[in-house]
């Protein structure tokens, strides 16, 4: 055979599988040396951090369908939700209500300060009752604190005149409970709302519960979802989830 017809014949490699070894953790017997275990096989490696994808938008969950949170089966509201990105974590906000008040005349524990606080200890709810008719067009804060200082200075006339200290109370207070039942049925012709029966079953809840009445007022224009929640400036933007587009 010459040596350019020289070849080496090619080696047959076995087809059948490679036996791998295996180890199963039992009890405390410990892995060797480089394997470690883990309960979730999927689960990313240490000092792994999820990123955000780029460009990213807001994640709207369809009206009447629950929100879930991301490891757990529990729906977080039946409600339309609006997913805001903000940082590591997600805030959530629920959309403004239509045709209703934003939750019931009683429900005024949910936020404390400030629409309980300042409806009950601050000027009878005169800030912000002025705070809320400058929102919502009905007047501006200006003109209610006026009115209401002008109220306090006629009662004080009339309580050096009258001898009853009283009247400094009374005036300022009538004041408040007319102004606010006139707001509370410009917010419900505002926003179409119908649940109390009209202009009359609003001006009975306004006079019969003034103080609920300026703390739902709050919570439906501004939002308020916790216990403390927001502060006294009269331009506070309100925290609603922007419109979902259709």
Request: aromatic letters at 10%; one cysteine or more.
């Amino acid at each position: 055979m010459n040596k350019e017809e020289q070849y080496t014949q090619p080696t047959l490699v076995s087809a059948q599988p490679v036996p791998t070894q295996t180890y199963t953790a039992v009890g405390t017997i410990a892995a060797p040396p480089g394997v470690a275990y883990t309960s979730n096989p999927y689960a990313s490696p240490p000092g792994y951090v999820q990123q955000p994808a780029y460009g990213a938008q807001p994640a709207y969950v369809t009206a009447g369908q629950p929100a879930y949170v991301v490891g757990g089966a529990q729906p977080v509201s039946a409600q339309p939700m609006y997913v805001q990105p903000n940082g590591n974590a997600a805030t959530i906000q629920r959309q403004r209500p239509v045709g209703r008040w934003g939750d019931n005349i009683c429900d005024w524990p949910t936020n404390l300060y400030p629409s309980c606080y300042c409806s009950c200890c601050v000027c009878c709810g005169m800030w912000i009752v002025a705070q809320m008719a400058q929102k919502t067009g009905c007047s501006t804060f200006r003109n209610i604190a006026w009115g209401w200082l002008i109220c306090g200075i006629v009662g004080f006339i009339l309580a050096i005149v009258l001898g009853s200290g009283n009247w400094i109370y009374i005036i300022p207070l009538i004041y408040m409970l007319i102004t606010q039942i006139i707001l509370r049925i410009h917010i419900a012709k505002r926003d179409n709302i119908t649940e109390m029966g009209g202009c009359f079953g609003e001006c009975c809840v306004g006079f019969w519960c003034m103080s609920c009445s300026i703390s739902q007022m709050a919570r439906h224009l501004y939002g308020y979802n916790k216990v403390l929640d927001g502060d006294g400036d009269p331009d506070r933007p309100d925290q609603y989830a922007p419109p979902m587009q259709v």
